[in-house]
């Protein structure tokens, strides 16, 4: 329990300094090397190549005891939502790819849909209707459906690269070829217009229905299960983690 809550004061600290200064802009070299971010502290070659050294042996004198089940962080948000953009790539990204061997992210794309004939699930009849109109649609089902295949930890850099594009949509078959070039877009493809990318939408839509307390916006981050309130003390990790305090009160999704 006491390691739990040490993981978790952990991250929510790295999270908390995000919000008053961009993630790493002080010190985050913007080195030229062929490795991505998350390879960077593999092995002190490549931390020495891409001169990531220091940041490598700071992460590496944090990081705790393996044996220890990492935190789990939880994102429900949408394709489309310009603040869910922001955070998945100022924030919850560049913080995974630090930390991912204490952090287990799970993502869930639906956010504020509403479904019709919920009750009765109906592939054939049933509609969500989202903020953005049907190319959100589209794009919460094309990441349901790379999550589906590819697993949590490949999607979640397929993702990142969508949302940090120009073009969402566009950007997934290109995006999909470079970080599982395994994977044949045909696939995602079949998934978003067959059945199962409906099925993958329902669980995410019972997902996020079955929160407690509800989301109210997004993006909606969840620790171990439990939603951290922006009046809650320090290890606040809801919107207030975007990066700029003054977004609260006038852009939520």
Same mark, same amino acid.
């Given at each position: 329990?006491?390691?739990?809550?040490?993981?978790?004061?952990?991250?929510?600290?790295?999270?908390?300094?995000?919000?008053?200064?961009?993630?790493?802009?002080?010190? =985050?070299?913007?080195?030229?090397?062929?490795?991505?971010?998350?390879?960077?502290?593999?092995?002190? !070659?490549?931390?020495? !190549?891409?001169? &990531?050294?220091?940041?490598?042996?700071?992460?590496?004198?944090?990081?705790?005891?393996?044996?220890?089940?990492?935190?789990?962080?939880?994102? %429900? %948000?949408?394709?489309?939502?310009?603040?869910?953009?922001?955070?998945?790539?100022?924030?919850?990204?560049?913080?995974?790819?630090?930390?991912?061997?204490?952090?287990?992210?799970?993502?869930?794309?639906?956010?504020?849909?509403? &479904?019709?004939?919920?009750?009765?699930?109906?592939? /054939?009849?049933?509609?969500?209707?989202?903020?953005?109109? /049907?190319?959100?649609?589209?794009?919460?089902?094309?990441?349901?459906?790379?999550?589906?295949?590819?697993?949590?930890?490949?999607?979640? =850099?397929?993702? +990142?690269?969508? !949302?940090?594009?120009?073009? &969402?949509?566009?950007?997934?078959?290109?995006?999909?070829?470079?970080?599982?070039?395994?994977?044949?877009?045909?696939?995602?493809?079949?998934?978003? !217009?067959?059945?199962?990318? %409906?099925?993958?939408?329902?669980?995410?839509?019972?997902?996020?229905?079955?929160?407690?307390?509800?989301?109210?916006?997004?993006?909606?981050?969840?620790?171990?299960?439990?939603?951290?309130?922006?009046?809650?003390?320090?290890?606040?990790?809801? +919107?207030?983690?975007?990066?700029?305090?003054?977004?609260?009160?006038?852009?939520?999704?």
């Amino acid at each position: 329990m006491r390691s739990t809550v040490y993981l978790s004061g952990l991250l929510a600290a790295f999270l908390l300094f995000c919000t008053y200064r961009t993630c790493f802009g002080m010190s =985050h070299p913007k080195p030229a090397c062929r490795y991505p971010p998350s390879q960077w502290c593999r092995s002190l !070659e490549i931390a020495l !190549e891409c001169k &990531v050294q220091k940041q490598c042996m700071e992460v590496n004198a944090i990081r705790p005891n393996q044996t220890v089940p990492p935190v789990s962080v939880t994102l %429900y %948000y949408e394709s489309m939502c310009p603040d869910c953009r922001i955070f998945i790539t100022q924030q919850l990204f560049p913080t995974w790819t630090m930390l991912q061997d204490i952090m287990a992210v799970t993502l869930v794309p639906y956010g504020n849909a509403q &479904v019709k004939n919920s009750d009765t699930f109906d592939l /054939e009849h049933l509609d969500y209707y989202k903020l953005h109109g /049907e190319p959100e649609c589209r794009g919460n089902m094309i990441e349901a459906c790379i999550i589906h295949l590819t697993g949590h930890s490949a999607a979640f =850099h397929i993702i +990142y690269c969508m !949302e940090s594009s120009a073009d &969402v949509l566009n950007a997934a078959q290109p995006c999909l070829q470079l970080y599982a070039p395994s994977i044949a877009w045909s696939t995602v493809d079949s998934c978003v !217009e067959g059945g199962l990318g %409906y099925q993958l939408m329902h669980k995410n839509a019972v997902m996020t229905r079955a929160l407690n307390p509800a989301h109210t916006y997004v993006p909606w981050v969840t620790i171990n299960g439990v939603i951290k309130q922006k009046n809650s003390t320090s290890g606040s990790l809801d +919107y207030a983690c975007t990066g700029a305090a003054v977004r609260l009160n006038r852009s939520l999704c």
